[in-house]
């Protein structure tokens, strides 16, 4: 079961309970797929591997970008370089983009959310 309405949306922060078996729990509730994390809330994000986040898919991050100084980046099983490109492009908006396995990006998310830091999260759901 979805945690989001039709507009795939919870509309706040929350820390991440779970995660595994394709999805997240959060807030009480779970969520099959990947998540995008930011300042005023969680949605569904359509990636499924690192080879699917795109300008397009990371255009909710950019568009948020005052509110955002570290961006987190759940590669899922394993660590996967952060393009040369999208260091740039994260660059460009003073964010600090670091790429790491969703389960350190999970714990990290959660650790950073607590201390009332400025962070985002895109978190690539795992088996």
């Not at 990947?34 to 950019?62: H, K, M, N, Y």
């Not at 370089?81 to 990290?108: H, K, L, N, Q, Y």
Request: hydrophobic fraction near 45%; charge should be neutral.
């Amino acid at each position: 079961m979805s945690a989001f309405g039709s507009d795939k949306h919870l509309p706040q922060t929350a820390p991440i309970e779970a995660y595994g078996n394709g999805g997240f729990r959060f807030a009480g509730m779970s969520h099959r797929g990947s998540l995008l994390c930011l300042p005023d809330g969680i949605r569904a994000w359509p990636v499924s591997a690192v080879g699917d986040v795109t300008e397009q898919a990371l255009a909710p991050v950019f568009a948020r970008a005052e509110a955002i100084d570290i961006f987190l980046l759940g590669c899922g099983k394993d660590l996967v370089p952060m393009p040369a490109v999208w260091r740039e492009r994260f660059r460009e908006f003073g964010i600090s983009a670091d790429p790491m396995s969703t389960g350190a990006a999970v714990r990290t998310w959660n650790i950073l959310l607590a201390e009332g830091r400025r962070v985002a999260a895109g978190l690539i759901a795992v088996d």
